[in-house]
Every structure is written in C-alpha cells, then in structure tokens.
C-alpha cells in the first residue's frame, strides 16, 4: 500500500521561531499534498492543497504567510510554520494522492506541534 | 454549501453492531470515503463508495445511496480496540474531500 511518512514526529518549539515539517510519498509519486490542523476533539481542518511544482491553495481564514507550503517533488512537501505562537499548537497531518482515478488520500502519521 | 453530517458521539456494547450514518451535500459527487481515526493518529482508510449499495470488508460494511444523499458505517462484532472517530469525507466535482467533524465511538464491555 502507499507510504506517507512525516517527520518530525513531535516538536515543542518557543515561541517566535519557526518550524519545518516534511511529508514525505515513500513508494508513489504525489501529484497532490494536502495539510491538514486538527485541534484536539476536532475534525480536520484543511489547511492548503499542493500541487507538485505550482504555489499551494489555501483555505479561507489560513495565513499563507504564516503557513509556507513548499511541493517541490513528487515525493516531498513541506510545511513551515512561522513565527509560532502558542495557539499554534496542533496536529498537524499531511496527506498525499496520487495521479490515478482512485481519490483516495494517504495520510502521515502527524507532528505534534507545541509551541511554548 | 457543501455539508457532511453525521452524529457527534455513539455508545455500544461489545460484540454487537453499531451503525453510522452520515448525510451529505456536495456540488457534483464522485464518492464517499469512510476513515477511521484513533485519538492521536492520522485517520486511516476503511472504505470508499461511488455506486449504490453495501460493500462488505471483514466485520465492516459501508452502503451508499446517492439518490438520498446517505451512506453509512456499519461495525459487526464490535471489538474494544474499534473505539475510535469514524469520519464521513465526500468527493465533490473537484474531487476535494469534503470532511464531517467524525463520530467518537465508544465501546463499552
């Protein structure tokens, strides 16, 4: 079955800085990525859709200066949340489908974010 | 506007069955997913349906009928470990999922 991995798993980071979570297809090509928030209790959220070589989607009311999106290969997207602020703790997941007619959507184990 | 609906929380026993429904309006409609999600984990896939009718997988089944815009889970012999959000996702025009916010399922001995 198709692989996607994200790493890192967990990450606590201070507040003002930024972080750099990668999504990774590891045995098919990716033409789309999808990120995902999912506060605890919560559904997902859809953050943004990529799509391999082009500027990513983003949902209405998410920040694309604050959520850099970066697909720029098949098999890797990236997600670097800026300028972190407590209420940017999250899970964040990220999901990744392929070219065929199947929509079906992979998803990463997610990154627990906790900004201190 | 496109909407999912499907209840916030179950309770049931187990061993017995349990059913999840879900409603949905979408523009254009190219499917209906079911995805299983334990708290802390990233959902994984339990089934997908675009034709009317009840696919069977194990002790679970998922039925679709798009004339009522309605599909639902249904979970047979109900395990301890099948506590979990089960989440409902269309597929629209765009083919974009289109996410309800899941059913907490909890199972009781």
């Known amino acids: 079955g198709a692989v996607v991995s994200q790493h890192p798993s967990r990450v606590i980071c201070k507040s003002g800085t930024s972080v750099k979570i990668e999504c990774r297809s590891l045995?098919?090509?990716?033409?789309?990525m999808f990120w995902y928030r999912q506060f605890p209790k919560q559904s997902l959220m859809l953050m943004a859709t990529s799509n391999e070589g082009s500027k990513a989607t983003y949902e209405q009311g998410v920040e694309k200066d604050k959520f850099l999106i970066n697909h720029a290969s098949l098999t890797l997207s990236t997600l670097t949340v800026t300028s972190a602020h407590p209420e940017d703790s999250s899970f964040y997941i990220c999901?990744?489908?392929?070219?065929?007619?199947?929509?079906?959507?992979?998803f990463g184990p997610g990154t627990r974010l906790t900004v201190t | 506007g496109q909407n999912i609906d499907q209840p916030t929380e179950m309770t049931a026993t187990e061993g017995a069955i349990v059913q999840i429904n879900c409603t949905y309006q979408?523009?254009?409609?190219?499917?209906l997913f079911w995805y299983q999600q334990h708290a802390g984990e990233a959902p994984t896939f339990l089934s997908y349906n675009v034709l009317d009718g009840l696919e069977e997988k194990g002790r679970f089944s998922s039925f679709l009928s798009r004339s009522k815009g309605y599909s639902y889970l249904l979970l047979k012999e109900l395990q301890m470990k099948d506590s979990a959000s089960y989440l409902c996702a269309g597929v629209d025009s765009n083919y974009q999922l289109i996410w309800g916010a899941g059913t907490k399922l909890i199972i009781k001995p």
């Open positions: 999901s990744a489908r392929g070219s065929g007619p199947d929509y079906e959507q992979y």
């Open positions: 045995d098919f090509q990716a033409t789309t």
């Open positions: 979408t523009s254009g409609f190219n499917g």
